[in-house]
Protein backbone atom coordinates (compact mmCIF):
# COMPACT_ATOMS: atom_id res chain seq x y z
CA UNK A 1 0.00 0.00 0.00
CA UNK A 2 3.02 2.14 0.68
CA UNK A 3 4.08 1.86 -2.89
CA UNK A 4 0.22 2.72 -4.33
CA UNK A 5 0.44 5.85 -2.47
CA UNK A 6 3.71 6.94 -3.70
CA UNK A 7 2.19 5.92 -6.95
CA UNK A 8 -0.71 8.47 -6.72
CA UNK A 9 1.52 10.74 -5.47
CA UNK A 10 3.44 10.93 -8.45
CA UNK A 11 0.31 10.72 -10.53
CA UNK A 12 -0.77 14.30 -9.42
CA UNK A 13 2.64 15.50 -9.47
CA UNK A 14 2.34 14.68 -13.10
CA UNK A 15 -1.41 16.46 -13.22
CA UNK A 16 -0.23 19.53 -11.55
CA UNK A 17 2.55 19.93 -14.68
CA UNK A 18 0.14 18.88 -17.25
CA UNK A 19 -1.95 22.04 -15.53
CA UNK A 20 1.13 24.29 -15.56
CA UNK A 21 1.43 23.89 -19.43
CA UNK A 22 -2.35 24.02 -20.68
CA UNK A 23 -2.65 27.12 -18.22
CA UNK A 24 0.20 29.44 -19.84
CA UNK A 25 -1.24 32.01 -21.37
CA UNK A 26 -3.74 32.75 -18.10
CA UNK A 27 -2.22 35.25 -15.91
CA UNK A 28 0.10 34.01 -13.41
CA UNK A 29 -2.67 33.70 -9.98
CA UNK A 30 -4.85 31.49 -12.34
CA UNK A 31 -1.73 29.66 -13.41
CA UNK A 32 -0.33 28.83 -9.95
CA UNK A 33 -4.04 28.01 -8.78
CA UNK A 34 -5.01 25.36 -11.47
CA UNK A 35 -1.54 24.09 -11.17
CA UNK A 36 -1.87 23.16 -7.58
CA UNK A 37 -5.53 21.99 -7.47
CA UNK A 38 -4.32 18.42 -7.99
CA UNK A 39 -2.41 18.18 -4.56
CA UNK A 40 -4.97 20.11 -2.49
CA UNK A 41 -7.35 17.48 -3.97
CA UNK A 42 -5.39 14.50 -3.67
CA UNK A 43 -3.98 15.88 0.04
CA UNK A 44 -7.65 16.76 0.97
CA UNK A 45 -8.91 12.65 0.34
CA UNK A 46 -6.26 11.05 1.47
CA UNK A 47 -6.54 12.82 4.75
CA UNK A 48 -9.96 11.96 4.99
CA UNK A 49 -9.84 8.59 4.22
CA UNK A 50 -6.71 8.37 6.61
CA UNK A 51 -8.54 10.03 9.28
CA UNK A 52 -11.82 7.84 8.95
CA UNK A 53 -10.42 4.92 8.91
CA UNK A 54 -8.82 6.22 12.69
CA UNK A 55 -12.58 6.41 13.95
CA UNK A 56 -13.03 3.16 14.79
CA UNK A 57 -9.96 3.44 17.56
CA UNK A 58 -11.88 5.01 19.74
CA UNK A 59 -14.81 3.87 21.40
CA UNK A 60 -16.70 6.78 22.04
CA UNK A 61 -17.51 6.58 18.20
CA UNK A 62 -19.29 3.42 18.92
CA UNK A 63 -20.77 4.76 21.90
CA UNK A 64 -22.97 7.18 19.84
CA UNK A 65 -23.96 4.78 17.59
CA UNK A 66 -25.93 2.69 20.41
CA UNK A 67 -29.25 4.49 20.81
CA UNK A 68 -29.68 4.30 16.69
CA UNK A 69 -29.38 0.53 17.22
CA UNK A 70 -31.38 0.80 20.33
CA UNK A 71 -34.85 1.61 18.14
CA UNK A 72 -33.67 -0.92 15.63
CA UNK A 73 -34.21 -3.56 18.19
CA UNK A 74 -37.28 -2.49 19.75
CA UNK A 75 -36.12 -0.21 22.80
CA UNK A 76 -36.63 3.26 23.45
CA UNK A 77 -34.82 6.42 22.52
CA UNK A 78 -35.72 8.21 25.34
CA UNK A 79 -36.22 6.20 29.26
CA UNK A 80 -37.61 7.92 32.06
CA UNK A 81 -35.00 8.22 35.19
CA UNK A 82 -35.63 4.84 36.96
CA UNK A 83 -36.03 2.42 34.11
CA UNK A 84 -34.69 1.48 31.06
CA UNK A 85 -30.78 0.97 29.41
CA UNK A 86 -29.18 4.02 30.05
CA UNK A 87 -26.67 5.58 26.76
CA UNK A 88 -25.59 8.92 25.83
CA UNK A 89 -29.01 9.81 24.94
CA UNK A 90 -28.37 13.87 25.78
CA UNK A 91 -28.65 14.55 22.87
CA UNK A 92 -31.86 15.66 20.42
CA UNK A 93 -33.69 12.88 18.26
CA UNK A 94 -32.13 14.03 15.47
CA UNK A 95 -29.36 12.72 15.90
CA UNK A 96 -29.84 8.96 16.13
CA UNK A 97 -32.40 8.68 13.21
CA UNK A 98 -29.56 10.54 11.03
CA UNK A 99 -26.92 7.39 11.79
CA UNK A 100 -29.71 4.77 11.44
CA UNK A 101 -27.93 3.82 7.82
CA UNK A 102 -25.44 2.29 10.04
CA UNK A 103 -27.66 -0.28 11.55
CA UNK A 104 -27.73 -2.48 8.83
CA UNK A 105 -24.12 -2.74 9.21
CA UNK A 106 -22.82 -6.41 10.50
CA UNK A 107 -19.52 -5.27 12.46
CA UNK A 108 -18.84 -2.19 14.97
CA UNK A 109 -15.87 -1.28 13.02
CA UNK A 110 -18.20 -1.07 9.39
CA UNK A 111 -20.98 0.93 11.35
CA UNK A 112 -18.56 3.42 12.99
CA UNK A 113 -16.92 4.03 9.29
CA UNK A 114 -20.12 4.64 7.56
CA UNK A 115 -20.87 6.77 10.41
CA UNK A 116 -17.68 8.52 10.28
CA UNK A 117 -18.32 9.01 6.31
CA UNK A 118 -22.13 9.93 6.54
CA UNK A 119 -20.88 12.74 9.33
CA UNK A 120 -18.02 13.77 6.56
CA UNK A 121 -20.34 13.85 3.25
CA UNK A 122 -23.07 16.03 5.35
CA UNK A 123 -20.69 18.05 6.77
CA UNK A 124 -18.64 19.19 3.72
CA UNK A 125 -21.68 19.30 1.17
CA UNK A 126 -22.98 22.54 2.48
CA UNK A 127 -18.84 23.81 2.12
CA UNK A 128 -19.27 22.56 -1.17
CA UNK A 129 -22.37 24.28 -2.71
CA UNK A 130 -21.33 27.43 -0.43
CA UNK A 131 -17.94 28.06 -2.45
CA UNK A 132 -19.41 26.61 -5.83
CA UNK A 133 -21.83 29.36 -6.29
CA UNK A 134 -21.08 31.48 -9.27
CA UNK A 135 -23.01 34.28 -8.48
CA UNK A 136 -23.43 36.93 -11.42
CA UNK A 137 -20.21 34.71 -13.17
CA UNK A 138 -17.66 36.68 -11.68
CA UNK A 139 -15.60 33.73 -10.35
CA UNK A 140 -14.35 31.15 -12.44
CA UNK A 141 -14.71 27.03 -11.57
CA UNK A 142 -10.94 26.27 -10.47
CA UNK A 143 -11.05 29.55 -8.08
CA UNK A 144 -14.52 28.01 -6.67
CA UNK A 145 -12.89 24.96 -6.24
CA UNK A 146 -9.79 26.05 -4.25
CA UNK A 147 -11.72 27.93 -2.26
CA UNK A 148 -13.86 24.65 -1.42
CA UNK A 149 -10.49 23.01 -0.90
CA UNK A 150 -8.94 25.09 1.70
CA UNK A 151 -12.13 24.90 3.77
CA UNK A 152 -11.73 21.19 3.42
CA UNK A 153 -7.51 21.27 4.49
CA UNK A 154 -9.13 23.82 7.44
CA UNK A 155 -11.22 21.27 8.60
CA UNK A 156 -8.13 18.82 8.68
CA UNK A 157 -6.05 21.51 10.30
CA UNK A 158 -8.29 22.50 13.31
CA UNK A 159 -9.15 19.93 15.94
CA UNK A 160 -12.87 20.96 17.00
CA UNK A 161 -13.61 20.70 13.25
CA UNK A 162 -11.67 17.48 13.07
CA UNK A 163 -13.76 16.18 15.99
CA UNK A 164 -17.35 17.46 14.65
CA UNK A 165 -17.06 16.79 10.48
CA UNK A 166 -15.37 13.27 11.02
CA UNK A 167 -16.50 11.58 13.92
CA UNK A 168 -19.68 10.03 14.73
CA UNK A 169 -21.56 12.73 16.56
CA UNK A 170 -24.04 14.96 17.24
CA UNK A 171 -22.52 18.13 16.11
CA UNK A 172 -21.73 16.16 11.96
CA UNK A 173 -25.73 16.77 11.64
CA UNK A 174 -26.93 20.22 13.16
CA UNK A 175 -23.89 21.39 11.40
CA UNK A 176 -24.71 20.14 8.31
CA UNK A 177 -28.64 21.06 8.43
CA UNK A 178 -27.44 24.37 9.53
CA UNK A 179 -25.31 24.86 6.59
CA UNK A 180 -27.71 23.88 3.95
CA UNK A 181 -30.21 26.14 5.70
CA UNK A 182 -27.42 28.92 4.72
CA UNK A 183 -27.26 27.51 1.63
CA UNK A 184 -30.69 27.80 0.78
CA UNK A 185 -31.01 31.32 2.48
CA UNK A 186 -28.47 32.92 -0.42
CA UNK A 187 -30.20 32.09 -3.35
CA UNK A 188 -31.87 35.09 -4.64
CA UNK A 189 -34.43 36.43 -4.78
CA UNK A 190 -35.50 34.55 -2.07
CA UNK A 191 -38.45 32.31 -3.28
CA UNK A 192 -41.13 30.86 -0.83
CA UNK A 193 -39.45 27.19 -1.40
CA UNK A 194 -36.15 28.10 -0.34
CA UNK A 195 -37.38 30.30 2.68
CA UNK A 196 -39.48 27.12 4.14
CA UNK A 197 -36.36 24.59 3.16
CA UNK A 198 -34.36 26.69 5.32
CA UNK A 199 -36.75 27.31 8.11
CA UNK A 200 -37.05 23.49 8.11
CA UNK A 201 -33.28 22.73 8.02
CA UNK A 202 -32.86 25.56 10.75
CA UNK A 203 -35.35 23.97 13.39
CA UNK A 204 -33.85 20.53 12.26
CA UNK A 205 -30.07 21.81 13.59
CA UNK A 206 -31.27 22.03 17.19
CA UNK A 207 -33.05 18.86 17.36
CA UNK A 208 -29.73 17.42 16.27
CA UNK A 209 -27.95 18.59 19.11
CA UNK A 210 -29.63 21.65 21.09
CA UNK A 211 -26.16 24.38 21.33
CA UNK A 212 -27.20 24.93 17.52
CA UNK A 213 -30.25 26.93 18.58
CA UNK A 214 -27.94 30.46 18.29
CA UNK A 215 -28.07 29.74 14.12
CA UNK A 216 -31.66 31.61 14.68
CA UNK A 217 -29.87 34.44 15.60
CA UNK A 218 -27.23 34.92 12.92
CA UNK A 219 -29.48 34.04 10.05
CA UNK A 220 -31.66 37.16 11.64
CA UNK A 221 -29.52 39.39 11.57
CA UNK A 222 -28.08 38.97 8.26
CA UNK A 223 -31.89 38.79 6.98
CA UNK A 224 -32.67 42.11 8.14
CA UNK A 225 -29.48 43.67 6.91
CA UNK A 226 -29.56 42.76 3.75
CA UNK A 227 -33.05 41.94 2.75
CA UNK A 228 -35.34 44.18 4.98
CA UNK A 229 -37.59 43.56 7.61
CA UNK A 230 -40.43 42.27 5.49
CA UNK A 231 -38.08 39.05 4.51
CA UNK A 232 -37.03 38.51 8.46
CA UNK A 233 -40.56 38.58 9.28
CA UNK A 234 -41.29 35.62 6.48
CA UNK A 235 -38.89 33.64 7.37
CA UNK A 236 -39.84 33.95 10.93
CA UNK A 237 -43.26 33.18 10.48
CA UNK A 238 -42.13 30.09 8.43
CA UNK A 239 -38.87 29.00 11.52
CA UNK A 240 -42.32 29.21 13.96
CA UNK A 241 -44.32 27.24 11.93
CA UNK A 242 -41.89 24.74 11.26
CA UNK A 243 -40.57 24.27 14.79
CA UNK A 244 -44.25 23.66 16.09
CA UNK A 245 -44.71 20.79 13.79
CA UNK A 246 -41.47 19.35 14.14
CA UNK A 247 -41.04 19.33 17.88
CA UNK A 248 -44.16 18.39 18.35
CA UNK A 249 -43.71 15.06 16.19
CA UNK A 250 -40.48 14.25 18.06
CA UNK A 251 -42.33 15.33 21.76
CA UNK A 252 -45.62 13.21 20.71
CA UNK A 253 -42.88 10.41 18.99
CA UNK A 254 -40.82 9.81 22.22
CA UNK A 255 -43.04 11.10 25.14
CA UNK A 256 -42.76 14.77 26.29
CA UNK A 257 -41.79 13.78 29.93
CA UNK A 258 -38.80 11.59 28.41
CA UNK A 259 -37.23 14.32 26.31
CA UNK A 260 -37.26 16.84 29.05
CA UNK A 261 -35.65 14.83 31.34
CA UNK A 262 -32.75 12.89 29.04
CA UNK A 263 -32.56 16.56 26.70
CA UNK A 264 -32.91 18.94 29.86
CA UNK A 265 -32.94 17.72 33.07
CA UNK A 266 -29.92 15.68 32.77
CA UNK A 267 -28.17 18.61 30.98
CA UNK A 268 -29.17 21.12 33.54
CA UNK A 269 -26.15 20.50 36.05
CA UNK A 270 -24.52 22.91 37.89
CA UNK A 271 -21.02 23.86 35.41
CA UNK A 272 -18.76 25.48 37.68
CA UNK A 273 -19.04 27.44 40.71
CA UNK A 274 -19.41 31.24 40.84
CA UNK A 275 -16.33 32.06 41.74
CA UNK A 276 -14.63 29.90 39.06
CA UNK A 277 -16.73 31.00 36.36
CA UNK A 278 -14.99 33.96 35.12
CA UNK A 279 -11.57 32.23 35.11
CA UNK A 280 -13.66 29.65 33.22
CA UNK A 281 -14.95 31.89 30.44
CA UNK A 282 -11.31 33.53 29.72
CA UNK A 283 -9.97 29.78 29.02
CA UNK A 284 -12.79 29.16 27.55
CA UNK A 285 -11.82 32.10 24.77
CA UNK A 286 -8.46 31.25 24.90
CA UNK A 287 -9.06 27.56 23.63
CA UNK A 288 -10.79 28.50 21.05
CA UNK A 289 -8.83 31.37 19.58
CA UNK A 290 -6.06 29.00 20.39
CA UNK A 291 -7.84 26.11 17.93
CA UNK A 292 -8.83 28.23 15.63
CA UNK A 293 -6.66 30.67 15.05
CA UNK A 294 -5.97 30.39 11.41
CA UNK A 295 -9.36 30.59 10.73
CA UNK A 296 -10.69 33.55 12.66
CA UNK A 297 -7.60 34.98 11.67
CA UNK A 298 -8.73 34.74 8.04
CA UNK A 299 -12.51 35.65 8.26
CA UNK A 300 -11.47 38.88 10.72
CA UNK A 301 -9.26 40.20 7.64
CA UNK A 302 -12.10 39.29 5.32
CA UNK A 303 -14.34 41.07 7.58
CA UNK A 304 -12.23 44.89 8.13
CA UNK A 305 -11.22 44.45 4.40
CA UNK A 306 -14.17 43.94 2.79
CA UNK A 307 -15.84 46.66 4.74
CA UNK A 308 -12.84 49.23 4.57
CA UNK A 309 -12.98 48.99 0.50
CA UNK A 310 -16.36 49.16 0.02
CA UNK A 311 -18.25 52.63 -0.62
CA UNK A 312 -19.58 54.50 1.69
CA UNK A 313 -23.45 55.76 1.81
CA UNK A 314 -26.99 55.13 3.27
CA UNK A 315 -27.37 51.99 2.44
CA UNK A 316 -23.83 50.76 3.32
CA UNK A 317 -24.33 48.08 5.32
CA UNK A 318 -27.11 46.06 3.14
CA UNK A 319 -24.81 46.47 0.31
CA UNK A 320 -22.25 45.20 1.67
CA UNK A 321 -24.49 41.87 2.97
CA UNK A 322 -25.26 41.47 -0.02
CA UNK A 323 -22.13 41.78 -2.10
CA UNK A 324 -20.45 39.78 0.51
CA UNK A 325 -23.14 37.31 0.50
CA UNK A 326 -20.29 34.99 3.08
CA UNK A 327 -21.05 37.69 5.90
CA UNK A 328 -24.40 35.51 6.71
CA UNK A 329 -21.92 32.69 7.45
CA UNK A 330 -20.28 34.95 9.59
CA UNK A 331 -23.00 36.33 11.44
CA UNK A 332 -24.23 32.52 12.15
CA UNK A 333 -20.88 31.95 13.64
CA UNK A 334 -21.12 35.23 15.51
CA UNK A 335 -23.86 34.67 17.05
CA UNK A 336 -22.56 31.16 18.13
CA UNK A 337 -19.82 32.39 20.79
CA UNK A 338 -21.28 32.46 24.21
CA UNK A 339 -23.22 29.06 23.79
CA UNK A 340 -19.97 27.63 22.01
CA UNK A 341 -18.00 28.54 25.55
CA UNK A 342 -20.41 27.87 28.19
CA UNK A 343 -20.65 24.53 26.75
CA UNK A 344 -17.07 23.92 26.26
CA UNK A 345 -16.76 25.05 30.07
CA UNK A 346 -19.49 22.84 31.46
CA UNK A 347 -18.93 19.79 33.32
CA UNK A 348 -18.27 17.30 30.47
CA UNK A 349 -17.86 20.08 27.90
CA UNK A 350 -15.19 19.16 25.28
CA UNK A 351 -13.11 21.24 22.24
CA UNK A 352 -16.03 20.14 19.54
CA UNK A 353 -18.43 23.04 21.32
CA UNK A 354 -16.09 25.84 19.71
CA UNK A 355 -17.35 23.91 15.93
CA UNK A 356 -20.72 25.89 15.83
CA UNK A 357 -18.14 29.06 15.22
CA UNK A 358 -15.58 27.62 13.67
CA UNK A 359 -17.75 25.78 10.97
CA UNK A 360 -19.36 28.81 9.90
CA UNK A 361 -16.00 30.79 10.07
CA UNK A 362 -14.76 28.17 7.88
CA UNK A 363 -17.20 28.16 5.01
CA UNK A 364 -17.17 31.99 4.98
CA UNK A 365 -13.58 31.75 4.84
CA UNK A 366 -13.69 29.48 2.09
CA UNK A 367 -15.49 31.41 0.11
CA UNK A 368 -13.79 34.58 0.82
CA UNK A 369 -10.89 32.91 -0.71
CA UNK A 370 -12.34 31.97 -4.03
CA UNK A 371 -13.50 35.33 -5.05
CA UNK A 372 -9.95 36.66 -3.71
CA UNK A 373 -7.93 34.12 -5.30
CA UNK A 374 -9.03 35.40 -8.95
CA UNK A 375 -7.82 38.39 -10.14
CA UNK A 376 -11.51 39.86 -10.42
CA UNK A 377 -10.34 43.83 -10.81
CA UNK A 378 -9.03 44.90 -14.70
CA UNK A 379 -7.14 47.40 -12.51
CA UNK A 380 -4.94 44.92 -10.78
CA UNK A 381 -2.97 43.85 -13.60
CA UNK A 382 -2.81 40.46 -15.31
CA UNK A 383 -0.10 39.22 -13.51
CA UNK A 384 0.00 41.35 -10.55
CA UNK A 385 -0.22 39.16 -6.86
CA UNK A 386 -1.79 40.58 -3.58
CA UNK A 387 -0.76 40.56 -0.17
CA UNK A 388 -3.98 38.32 0.61
CA UNK A 389 -3.19 35.64 -2.50
CA UNK A 390 0.44 35.19 -1.87
CA UNK A 391 -0.52 34.99 1.89
CA UNK A 392 -2.95 32.39 1.07
CA UNK A 393 -0.94 30.26 -1.06
CA UNK A 394 1.71 30.09 1.81
CA UNK A 395 -0.43 29.02 4.30
CA UNK A 396 -1.77 26.84 2.07
CA UNK A 397 1.76 25.39 1.12
CA UNK A 398 2.50 25.04 4.93
CA UNK A 399 -0.87 22.94 5.32
CA UNK A 400 0.18 20.92 2.41
CA UNK A 401 3.48 20.27 4.05
CA UNK A 402 1.81 19.55 7.04
CA UNK A 403 -1.04 16.88 5.70
CA UNK A 404 0.96 14.83 3.30
CA UNK A 405 2.97 12.84 5.53
CA UNK A 406 -0.31 11.82 7.67
CA UNK A 407 -1.01 9.83 4.20
CA UNK A 408 1.96 7.37 4.91
CA UNK A 409 -0.15 6.44 8.09
CA UNK A 410 -2.91 4.66 6.04
CA UNK A 411 -0.97 1.21 5.93
CA UNK A 412 -0.95 0.70 9.52
CA UNK A 413 -4.69 2.38 10.12
CA UNK A 414 -5.73 -0.39 7.89
CA UNK A 415 -3.77 -3.43 9.59
CA UNK A 416 -5.35 -1.62 13.15
CA UNK A 417 -8.87 -2.32 12.20
CA UNK A 418 -8.91 -5.72 13.14
CA UNK A 419 -7.41 -4.54 16.86
CA UNK A 420 -9.47 -2.17 18.12
CA UNK A 421 -11.26 -2.71 21.36
CA UNK A 422 -14.82 -2.49 19.63
CA UNK A 423 -13.82 -5.29 17.75
CA UNK A 424 -12.45 -7.75 20.03
CA UNK A 425 -15.21 -7.37 22.50
CA UNK A 426 -17.59 -8.19 19.89
CA UNK A 427 -16.26 -11.30 18.55
CA UNK A 428 -15.98 -12.28 22.18
CA UNK A 429 -19.48 -12.23 22.79
CA UNK A 430 -20.05 -13.49 19.93
CA UNK A 431 -18.30 -16.22 20.90
CA UNK A 432 -19.43 -16.20 24.65
CA UNK A 433 -22.74 -14.40 24.85
CA UNK A 434 -23.56 -13.07 28.14
CA UNK A 435 -20.27 -13.80 29.94
CA UNK A 436 -19.14 -10.44 30.30
CA UNK A 437 -19.69 -6.62 30.71
CA UNK A 438 -17.96 -3.83 28.33
CA UNK A 439 -19.26 -0.82 30.11
CA UNK A 440 -17.60 1.44 27.58
CA UNK A 441 -18.95 -0.83 24.66
CA UNK A 442 -22.22 -0.68 24.12
CA UNK A 443 -22.27 -1.19 20.69
CA UNK A 444 -20.51 -4.37 20.56
CA UNK A 445 -23.18 -5.84 23.09
CA UNK A 446 -25.92 -4.73 20.74
CA UNK A 447 -24.72 -6.05 17.65
CA UNK A 448 -22.67 -9.25 18.87
CA UNK A 449 -26.20 -10.12 21.48
CA UNK A 450 -29.02 -8.09 20.73
CA UNK A 451 -29.26 -6.76 23.76
CA UNK A 452 -28.76 -2.89 25.02
CA UNK A 453 -26.87 -2.56 28.54
CA UNK A 454 -25.75 0.80 30.30
CA UNK A 455 -23.09 2.90 29.17
CA UNK A 456 -20.40 4.12 31.34
CA UNK A 457 -20.74 7.28 29.78
CA UNK A 458 -24.40 7.53 29.81
CA UNK A 459 -24.26 6.50 33.96
CA UNK A 460 -21.38 8.89 34.78
CA UNK A 461 -23.79 11.82 32.88
CA UNK A 462 -26.66 10.65 35.02
CA UNK A 463 -24.30 10.74 37.88
CA UNK A 464 -22.94 13.98 37.28
CA UNK A 465 -26.37 15.43 37.04
CA UNK A 466 -27.69 14.45 40.26
CA UNK A 467 -29.75 11.82 39.28
CA UNK A 468 -27.50 8.29 40.36
CA UNK A 469 -29.35 5.35 39.42
CA UNK A 470 -30.42 2.84 41.53
CA UNK A 471 -28.84 -0.64 42.40
CA UNK A 472 -32.26 -2.42 40.92
CA UNK A 473 -31.87 0.05 37.97
CA UNK A 474 -28.16 -0.73 37.43
CA UNK A 475 -28.41 -4.68 37.61
CA UNK A 476 -31.31 -4.68 35.59
CA UNK A 477 -28.84 -3.07 32.89
CA UNK A 478 -26.05 -5.26 32.94
CA UNK A 479 -25.93 -8.83 32.07
CA UNK A 480 -27.62 -11.22 34.57
CA UNK A 481 -24.74 -13.76 34.09
CA UNK A 482 -21.59 -11.93 33.86
CA UNK A 483 -18.71 -13.52 35.10
CA UNK A 484 -16.32 -10.46 34.78
CA UNK A 485 -16.01 -6.75 34.16
CA UNK A 486 -13.68 -5.90 30.84
CA UNK A 487 -12.33 -2.00 30.21
CA UNK A 488 -9.29 -0.93 28.58
CA UNK A 489 -7.41 2.46 29.14
CA UNK A 490 -10.82 4.35 30.07
CA UNK A 491 -11.13 2.85 33.81
CA UNK A 492 -13.78 2.46 35.63
CA UNK A 493 -12.84 4.13 38.93
CA UNK A 494 -12.18 7.70 38.40
CA UNK A 495 -14.21 9.40 35.80
CA UNK A 496 -14.81 12.98 36.18
CA UNK A 497 -14.76 12.14 40.07
CA UNK A 498 -17.69 9.23 39.87
CA UNK A 499 -16.48 5.58 40.20
CA UNK A 500 -19.04 2.89 38.76
CA UNK A 501 -17.23 0.36 40.82
CA UNK A 502 -19.43 1.37 43.38
CA UNK A 503 -22.26 -0.24 41.45
CA UNK A 504 -20.14 -3.64 40.86
CA UNK A 505 -18.93 -4.24 44.51
CA UNK A 506 -19.08 -8.37 43.46
CA UNK A 507 -16.26 -7.51 40.89
CA UNK A 508 -13.73 -6.89 42.74
CA UNK A 509 -10.66 -9.63 41.84
CA UNK A 510 -8.54 -8.73 38.98
CA UNK A 511 -7.47 -11.38 36.49
CA UNK A 512 -6.98 -11.97 32.89
CA UNK A 513 -8.41 -14.02 29.85
CA UNK A 514 -6.30 -15.37 26.73
CA UNK A 515 -9.36 -13.68 24.65
CA UNK A 516 -8.64 -10.22 25.51
CA UNK A 517 -4.92 -9.89 26.52
CA UNK A 518 -4.08 -6.15 27.44
CA UNK A 519 -7.38 -6.03 29.40
CA UNK A 520 -8.25 -4.77 32.96
CA UNK A 521 -10.44 -7.94 33.74
CA UNK A 522 -12.51 -7.23 37.35
CA UNK A 523 -13.98 -10.86 37.81
CA UNK A 524 -16.76 -11.65 40.06
CA UNK A 525 -15.69 -13.16 43.32
CA UNK A 526 -17.10 -16.62 44.96
CA UNK A 527 -18.94 -16.21 48.35
Same mark, same amino acid.
Given at each position: MF?? $???? &? +?? @????????????? *??? /??????????????????????????????????????????????????????????VLE???????????????????????? $???? &? +?? @????????????? *??? /????????????FLISGLLVLYCEPLRYSCINVHADG????????ACVCLLRRPHSRAALVCAAILAVMSPWAKQTALPLLGGVALYLVLADGWRTLARFLLLYAAAAVVISSAFMLAFDPRRVWFNLVTVQAKVFV???????????????????????????????????????????????????????????????????????????????????????????????????????????????????????????????????VPTLFGIPQAVHDLNHTDQQVAYYYLRQHAGSAYFPWLPLAHVMAEGKVYHSAFGVVDRELSGNRLSTQHFRSGIPGRAMFVAYRSEGIDNIGGCDLRAYLPEFSTLGTNPDLPGWTILEKHSD
Open positions: FA $ICAT &L +LV @VLATSAICWRRSA *RTN /RISRLRRTILPLLIWSLCGGLFFRILQTPNWTFNGTRLAPAFALTRGYQLYYPPESGPTTYAAMTALFYLPTTTLRTPNSAV $IVGS &L +LT @VISCFIPLLLLTL *RNR /RGRLDLSARLFGPALAFGGMSTGALATKLVQGVRGMVHSGDLIIIAVVIGVVSTLVSHNRGRYRIRSWARRNDWSLLFFVGLFGIPVSILARVKTGGDIDSFSFVLYYFNAAVGMLAAELMQCIRPSAGQNEFSAYQVTTMAAVSVVILIE
